[in-house]
């Protein structure tokens, strides 16, 4: 099983309409969870860090299921901009650098 | 200053050729990181520096060589490598808190684009 295994899309959805992505990971020792986005050709940009009470930043949503070794992105009323590839991000946080595993990304596309 | 700053953005080198990626950050992050990233893929970890030394070497072939001159400094110098080592490499940052402490994630730099010919 790999570490961190996310939704293998690609994901095509209309503008305005609701997303959801699903990342599970293998290493219960795991401290830490992101959401990054990455558009083509450009780097990873962090989206937003998931909490174990879950946490919202606008349109996105963020999901830890610790039990299940689940994490969740929910991305309400797409827009145009919000197409990229979105990675799943998970920190083991037991050294002194972060040892930090990514999934293999799900692509979004939204289109008009 | 939150940035992570690389260059060149782009570089094409001969398979004789020897060459550096530099990359520099002003955070006061005391690890760095080198990733190579293939297209429709996601990043692949090259190498830690942890506090200007380096704590883990992903098995990458002797080609690539990193160096770590201070805490806000990551080289990369490569020769002699192949077409296939053609990739996005990029240079992350992190701030640390320590054994058993919470990540912070990463900062990226936009990446040099490389192309070995």
């Known amino acids: 099983r790999k570490e961190v295994e996310q939704d293998p899309g690609p994901f095509n959805v209309p503008e305005g309409a609701t997303v959801a992505f699903n990342c599970t990971y293998s290493n219960s020792a795991s401290q830490s969870f992101f959401w990054y986005r990455q558009d083509c050709r450009k780097e990873p940009k962090l989206l937003m860090s998931?909490?174990?009470s879950g946490n919202e930043d606008g349109r996105f949503t963020a999901q830890l299921n610790r039990a299940s070794q689940y994490i969740s992105l929910l991305i309400r009323d797409s827009k145009l901009s919000d197409s990229a590839t979105y990675l799943c991000?998970?920190?083991?946080?037991?050294?002194?650098?972060?040892?930090?595993?990514f999934g293999p990304g799900t692509s979004l596309s939204v289109i008009p | 200053d939150t940035e992570v700053t690389q260059t060149p953005k782009h570089l094409v080198m001969g398979m004789t050729n020897k060459k550096s990626l530099k990359c520099e950050q002003h955070?006061?992050?005391?690890?760095m990181y080198w990733y190579k990233q293939k297209a429709k893929k996601p990043p692949e970890l090259m190498f830690v520096y942890s506090y200007e030394k380096l704590s883990i070497n992903e098995s990458v072939p002797s080609r690539f060589s990193p160096e770590c001159p201070n805490s806000s400094l990551l080289n990369l110098h490569l020769h002699a490598l192949q077409p296939e080592d053609s990739a996005l490499y990029l240079c992350?940052?992190?701030?640390?808190?320590?054994?058993?402490?919470?990540?912070?994630?990463?900062?990226f730099g936009s990446g040099t684009r490389l192309t070995v010919v």
């Open positions: 991000v998970v920190n083991l946080g037991k050294t002194s650098y972060d040892k930090v595993i």
């Open positions: 992350a940052s992190s701030q640390t808190s320590g054994l058993g402490g919470r990540g912070y994630g990463y900062t």
């Open positions: 998931v909490y174990s």
């Open positions: 955070m006061g992050h005391r690890a």
